[in-house]
């Protein structure tokens, strides 16, 4: 968002300002008020929530001068509040994580921190991005945690919990910020509004809510480039095509259209929308986030595929948003944006021609692949013969990344069937190392969105499938691959085609897309 002036004036300078997070204020506030002071907070939550916000007013409520001890309510008033709002004070430093990733960054930290707090009563270093630190930072900056200076306070902030070691986590403080509720981003631009004497429809200050998704930086900022741009009152008609946004209701039809197959309604869809003035990107994103609540609201409640094709499956929902994700990153790049979106829109228009993944393997089963042998075929050579599907291993002696990969097929399959949405994220994901009872899995950055979810919400899920599999408590990690250089295009297929490669040789994964007269998308 380059509009940043109104979201700086409007920066909470009092605990009670801040909006949507009493949970993180009150208890701050309470720990502030009765002396329980610790030496490292880690919050946690979306952009635009207020971490660094919270962390300042921390900083104020230690330094205000206008007690003589730490304070709830710091004044905003006096030098030193003043100081922090602007970020001029000494004595509180904002640190990057992104760009002092360097361990030299933290040690040339650690040599400052030790002087004394110049004139107020504590020094604090805010860490925002701190999960951009690298490993031998993160190792420089656990020392200094473990035997923290006094009067010194860290507040770590980051947007990705899960990447910050738990080596640090445990260290910490916790505090997790929400996203805010439309409500309550509506209310505090209304007020906002008031206060800036800016004429707006209070339709238009709900699709500015919507459309910041539980960011309030990003909801002011919208309104501060409305107001930039716009003369008179603004409307959310004016809104919508000032932003490029398209109702809600092209992208319903256009879902339609795509799965009844139809390219050429699509194209000519998009093509309105385009000619029209709809900003493409925006175009894409609208398009992304309609077919992602199609498939949340699909899991949530799985009905059988509508007789007319009219709701995609679940698998067809996750490999159009992976095309459309491919496509955001492409297109800033080309220099052809158009011709690149049409023809993602033919290839999601063609989605169901393509092969999904769980009839790959199914029909790898009856090409007679090794590792899932059935009945009527030929017996597999010996040691190479997997245990049924549905039964999981016997305790295994020394469990290792060759074993977990020969099934993972099976791991995916049997967790489809247990828990449909967990298994659909899980097949995005592959295999790739294994130590101490923590099996890595990899994903394609294409499926960032799969990979967050079995990180988190399904996490326990896939734990305990696993851990049920191989008989031994077993945890996950989740990492992202870089797609191969050059072949970026096919990324999703080439990641497909590896893990399906697995423990089998890709001639029968071709021989089974010969076999289907598919492609894999
Ligand atoms: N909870 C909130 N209540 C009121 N205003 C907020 C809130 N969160 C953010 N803002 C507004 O957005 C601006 C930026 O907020 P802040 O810098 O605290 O976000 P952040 O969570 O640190 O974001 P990032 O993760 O991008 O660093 C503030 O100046 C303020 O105007
Ligand atoms: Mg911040
Ligand atoms: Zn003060």
Redesign the pocket.
Same mark, same amino acid.
Not at 17 to 21: H, I, M
């Given at each position: 968002m380059d509009y940043?002036v109104?979201? !700086?004036?409007? !920066?909470?300078q009092r605990f009670q300002?801040?909006?949507?997070?009493p949970h993180v204020t009150t208890l701050l506030q309470n720990a502030v008020r009765s002396g329980r002071i610790t030496h490292a907070y880690l919050?946690s939550?979306?952009?635009? %929530?207020?971490?660094? %916000?919270?962390?300042?007013l921390l900083a104020m409520a230690l330094n205000c001068e206008h007690s003589d001890k730490p304070t709830p309510d710091p004044c905003g008033k006096c030098s030193s509040c003043k100081e922090i709002a602007n970020s001029r004070s000494l004595d509180v430093q904002e640190i990057d994580g992104a760009s002092n990733s360097k361990v030299d960054d933290i040690r040339e930290l650690r040599g400052t921190i030790n002087y004394v707090a110049s004139r107020d009563r504590w020094k604090v270093y805010i860490i925002?991005?701190v999960h951009m630190l690298s490993n031998s930072a993160f190792n420089a900056l656990l020392k200094t945690l473990e035997e923290p200076p006094k009067q010194v306070v860290f507040v770590f902030? %980051?947007?990705e919990l899960h990447k910050v070691p738990a080596t640090i986590l445990s260290r910490c403080q916790r505090y997790d910020?929400r996203r805010?509720a439309p409500r309550?981003t509506v209310a !505090?631009l209304v007020q906002l509004a008031k206060d800036e004497r800016i004429d707006v429809d209070p339709e238009c200050l709900s699709l500015l809510a919507q459309k910041a998704d539980g960011?309030? !930086?990003?909801?002011?900022?919208l309104l501060d480039q409305l107001h930039s741009a716009a003369e008179g009152t603004l409307t959310a008609a004016r809104a919508r095509e000032l932003l490029g946004m398209l109702p809600e209701e092209t992208y319903r039809t256009l879902s339609e259209h795509l799965s009844r197959h139809e390219s050429k309604e699509v194209l000519a869809l998009a093509a309105k929308a385009l000619d029209e003035g709809a900003d493409m990107e925006e175009f894409i994103a609208g398009l992304t986030e309609h077919l992602k609540s199609l498939l949340i609201a699909g899991l949530e409640k799985p009905t059988p595929k509508a007789a007319d094709g009219a709701s995609p499956s679940p698998q067809d929902l996750l490999r159009m948003i992976g095309v459309l994700l491919e496509l955001a990153r492409d297109m800033r790049r080309s220099t052809q944006p158009r011709t690149l979106l049409e023809v993602a829109l033919v290839r999601l228009a063609r989605m169901d021609d393509s092969v999904s993944l769980a009839q790959v393997l199914d029909g790898l089963r009856r090409l007679g692949s090794p590792s899932r042998p059935r009945a009527a075929e030929p017996p597999p050579k010996k040691g190479q013969e997997a245990p049924p599907i549905s039964s999981p291993s016997k305790p295994l002696g020394s469990l290792d990344l060759a074993a977990i990969e020969t099934r993972w097929g099976q791991v995916v399959d049997s967790l489809q069937k247990e828990a449909m949405a967990a298994g659909s994220f899980l097949a995005s994901g592959r295999p790739v190392g294994y130590r101490d009872g923590v099996l890595q899995i990899a994903f394609p950055q294409t499926n960032a969105f799969s990979k967050e979810q079995v990180e988190s919400k399904h996490r326990a899920a896939v734990e305990k499938t696993l851990s049920h599999f191989f008989n031994t408590t077993l945890r996950i990690g989740c990492t992202l691959t870089p797609n191969p250089p050059g072949k970026e295009k096919e990324d999703p297929a080439g990641d497909r085609k590896a893990a399906l490669a697995t423990g089998e040789d890709s001639g029968g994964v071709r021989r089974v897309l010969d076999a289907f007269g598919g492609e894999i998308v």
């Open positions: 940043q109104l979201a !700086r004036k409007y !920066r909470p300002e801040v909006v949507g997070q919050f939550g979306p952009r635009g %929530t207020g971490k660094t %916000t919270t962390a300042r925002d991005e902030a %980051t947007t910020f805010i309550e !505090r960011s309030m !930086r990003d909801a002011i900022g």
